[in-house]
């Protein structure tokens, strides 16, 4: 086995172009190695690459750690960032980890969907941007080539004025969603529901959002309906964490509670 | 391969067999049994360490991936011979049973108490959210820590 901790971007990529698999917080990583699931030959260490934890306005590293997200993050981001895993789990896990697992249960992935964020995706031919919808294509499957290194987080230039992270399970801490969401609502009252954990991918609620968008000031059976809406729209399953009733049901509350956070 | 690394304070030289955790270095071949093996999947925090100054998991970290680290384990989270001023307020509590769990707790605690010398025990429970304990309930850790006013230095 052999390991190289690249001090460029250019050199991480010469890293992966010929198998190297690429290690960043370790934290998802390093359970499949530890239980002999996986066995790579060649590991690209990024956890001391400088160029992967910039983080500029909107364009956000994909090195930068939870715990630093928790402290700086746009207010849904950091929200989600304080739900993951522990403090140990924080310090070491990176929003970049989160995507290149893209885990259906992704704590980061709610927010992304919710305001169109961009994965920044390098080769040595060079950076394209994808968007999220265009990133994530099933259960831990994502656009991204072999070759290819996640280098950033690319946020619209504009955040939502309000927004709000939420998420279900079956306890506080140390635990992996059943359902997580994040509503914005914007002045102008552009609605939009990211949810996790009810779907191959993380997914939007695109009726609930334009149900609810046309509306000012939501009354008690707005609010209903548009909860209703969002359990409908849904495409959750039945696995050892929860059933597909169960999640349904969850994500409709959830985002009705998390939409009445935006309007207070 | 061959790592380098300091722990707790002192130059380290290793080989490490693929695919090995910082864990397995740490309690196998380096002689400090610690910090103990549990899960090996970052849920029970008995494995807690300081990593170039973050506390996390040592079993999720690739021994090959610490060359060039800072790593302070529990032996070394207080001056040779003397305890942690977290180490005396939870044996002054009797929050020690098995003691399995014991080094990670201490481990995370000193690294609260190195930015927050009076946690509240909202943020007590929070740090410690990481490191399971199956024998005492977490009440009498928690009752150890706070009101405790610790300077601990690391
Ligand atoms: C105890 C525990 C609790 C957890 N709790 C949560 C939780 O509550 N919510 C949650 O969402 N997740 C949770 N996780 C999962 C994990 O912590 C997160 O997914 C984290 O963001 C992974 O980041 P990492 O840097 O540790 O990734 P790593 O483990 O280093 O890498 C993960 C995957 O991404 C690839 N990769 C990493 N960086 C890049 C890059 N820059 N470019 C291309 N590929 C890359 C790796 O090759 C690997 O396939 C938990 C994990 C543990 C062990
Ligand atoms: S052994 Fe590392 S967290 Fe349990
Ligand atoms: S004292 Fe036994 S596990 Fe905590």
């Known amino acids: 086995m052999e390991i190289v901790h690249p001090s460029s971007i250019e050199e991480a990529l010469a890293g992966l172009s010929d198998g190297g698999v690429p290690l960043a917080g370790g934290t998802d990583l390093m359970v499949e190695v530890n239980f002999g699931h996986i066995r790579p030959e060649k590991v690209v260490g990024l956890r001391r690459l400088e160029p992967l934890k910039e983080w500029a306005g909107s364009r956000i590293g994909a090195g930068v750690t939870w715990r630093r997200i928790e402290r700086q993050g746009p207010t849904a981001l950091a929200e989600a960032a304080r739900t993951v895993g522990s403090p140990q789990i924080r310090n070491a896990g990176t929003i970049g980890g989160n995507l290149g697992t893209a885990s259906p249960a992704g704590d980061g992935h709610p927010f992304l969907a919710a305001v169109d964020a961009s994965i920044e995706l390098t080769s040595a031919d060079g950076s394209r941007l994808v968007t999220w919808d265009e990133f994530f294509v099933g259960v831990k499957e994502t656009a991204r080539a072999p070759d290819e290194l996640i280098t950033a987080v690319e946020l619209p230039g504009e955040l939502p004025e309000r927004q709000a992270f939420g998420k279900i399970g079956i306890r506080n801490a140390m635990v992996i969603a059943t359902v997580c969401a994040v509503v914005t609502r914007s002045d102008d009252r552009r609605t939009t529901v990211g949810l996790g954990s009810v779907a191959p991918t993380p997914m939007r609620a695109p009726r609930a959002e334009t149900m609810i968008s046309s509306i000012a000031r939501p009354t008690d059976a707005d609010l209903s309906e548009f909860q209703r809406l969002v359990s409908e729209e849904v495409r959750p399953i039945t696995d050892h964490r929860s059933t597909e009733e169960y999640r349904r049901h969850g994500a409709g509350v959830l985002a009705r509670r998390l939409l009445e956070r935006c309007l207070r | 391969m061959i790592v380098e690394l300091t722990i707790n304070g002192d130059p380290v030289t290793a080989r490490v067999a693929y695919p090995g955790n910082l864990l397995d270095l740490l309690r196998d071949d380096l002689g400090l049994p610690g910090s103990k093996s549990a899960c090996e999947?970052?849920?029970?925090?008995?494995?807690?360490?300081?990593?170039?100054?973050?506390?996390?998991?040592?079993?999720?970290?690739?021994?090959?991936?610490?060359?060039?680290?800072?790593?302070?384990?529990?032996?070394?989270?207080?001056?040779?011979?003397?305890?942690?001023?977290?180490?005396?307020?939870?044996?002054?509590?009797?929050?020690v049973q098995c003691g399995f769990c014991t080094p990670g707790i201490v481990v995370a605690a000193a690294d609260l108490f190195?930015?927050?010398?009076?946690?509240?025990?909202?943020?007590?429970?929070?740090?410690?959210a990481g490191n399971i304990c199956r024998c005492t309930g977490y009440g009498a850790i928690v009752r150890a820590l706070e009101g405790t006013e610790i300077v601990a230095d690391r």
Do not use: Y
């Open chain 2, 41 to 95: 999947q970052g849920e029970c925090g008995s494995c807690s360490v300081i990593l170039d100054g973050e506390l996390v998991c040592s079993c999720l970290v690739l021994a090959a991936d610490a060359h060039g680290s800072t790593v302070t384990t529990v032996e070394g989270i207080s001056a040779a011979g003397s305890l942690h001023p977290v180490q005396e307020a939870m044996q002054r509590a009797g929050a």
């Open chain 2, 114 to 128: 190195a930015v927050n010398p009076q946690p509240t025990a909202t943020e007590i429970k929070e740090a410690l």
